[in-house]
């Protein structure tokens, strides 16, 4: 019924709610900044937890990368900085960051042309929700695949009340096709239909499956479901995926075109995949979740 996590966002969600009505946002990433800073020193446990997993993950790369100790507290501001969207979201749907986008006139030539299109977001923090912006603002009416626990509690009551609460924001930006585990051939069967008549559906990378493929990536794997290239093999629409950047005035979300030719076997289109998401991981590590169970150090079944 409720999960521990559950009293934290009891605790945090008004208090970013009143944030979100009262300050302005360059003043909202100081605070987070700071109170992530002191997270990572009061919770030392967790902090360990992270930066063992990032080692791991990393191996000889991390001399080229953030202390783990930094790279802890970047992480943490962009989760807060992510709830703080959703509270101005909640507040104003016409509200956005500092946001630029590289590859949006390849995903417009596409829908002009009547083919589908087809996203498949690389599972970092915040790109999820800065491609539903984008989509919104340029008219691209993006279905996307969303599990019936989509959100960040895992609880019945967590589901039904801060998942649901992130859910009528994010149907604001663009539209929801519900799966359980049971209605997964469903789900796909419907967003074919859409790609089919030109339109946009989207798939986090990383999704569910009852028999993922598993990618070598970074120190470790990642297991991989390929909803998204099989929808665009089957409609003939174009795959893009989608990765964010930070700069230092807000995000940059860049789109880029991944060849899923009929023949183009999936499991090379999975490698191509897993290449951008290595890529985006080193390039903005604040946005990546190394201690997710998405992916996990050294090789499948050891």
């Not at 802890?72 to 956005?96: E, F, H, N």
């Not at 986008?101 to 800065?130: K, Y």
């Not at 493929?213 to 629409?237: D, I, M, N, S």
Request: with cysteine.
């Amino acid at each position: 019924m409720i999960a521990p996590g559950d009293v934290g966002l009891a605790l945090t969600e008004p208090v970013h709610t009143l944030f979100a009505y009262t300050l302005s946002d360059r003043t909202n990433v100081n605070i987070l900044e700071w109170l992530a800073t002191l997270s990572t020193s009061l919770r030392s446990g967790k902090r360990r937890k992270f930066e063992s997993v990032y080692k791991a993950m990393l191996g000889s790369r991390i001399a080229e990368m953030p202390p783990a100790r930094d790279y802890v507290a970047a992480l943490i501001t962009t989760l807060l900085i992510q709830r703080m969207t959703y509270s101005r979201l909640a507040r104003d749907p016409k509200w956005r960051p500092a946001l630029t986008v590289q590859g949006a006139d390849r995903v417009q030539a596409a829908l002009d042309s009547g083919a589908g299109v087809v996203f498949w977001t690389l599972p970092q923090e915040m790109t999820a929700i800065l491609l539903r912006m984008v989509c919104s603002d340029n008219d691209w009416k993006m279905h996307h695949l969303s599990h019936w626990m989509h959100g960040q509690s895992v609880s019945r009551l967590g589901i039904a009340t801060f998942n649901r609460r992130d859910c009528r924001i994010e149907d604001q930006l663009s539209d929801r096709i519900f799966m359980t585990d049971a209605t997964t051939k469903e789900a796909l069967k419907t967003a074919i239909g859409i790609v089919r008549t030109g339109g946009c559906v989207g798939f986090r990378g990383i999704g569910w499956s009852a028999r993922p493929t598993y990618f070598p990536f970074l120190e470790g794997h990642a297991k991989l479901a390929f909803g998204a290239p099989v929808v665009a093999q089957r409609t003939g629409g174009k795959l893009f995926t989608a990765a964010t950047k930070i700069n230092d005035g807000g995000y940059e979300l860049h789109i880029e075109e991944l060849s899923a030719a009929t023949k183009r076997p999936l499991k090379q289109i999975g490698a191509e995949f897993i290449a951008r998401l290595e890529r985006a991981a080193l390039d903005a590590p604040a946005l990546w979740p190394a201690s997710s169970k998405q992916w996990k150090p050294g090789a499948a079944g050891s």
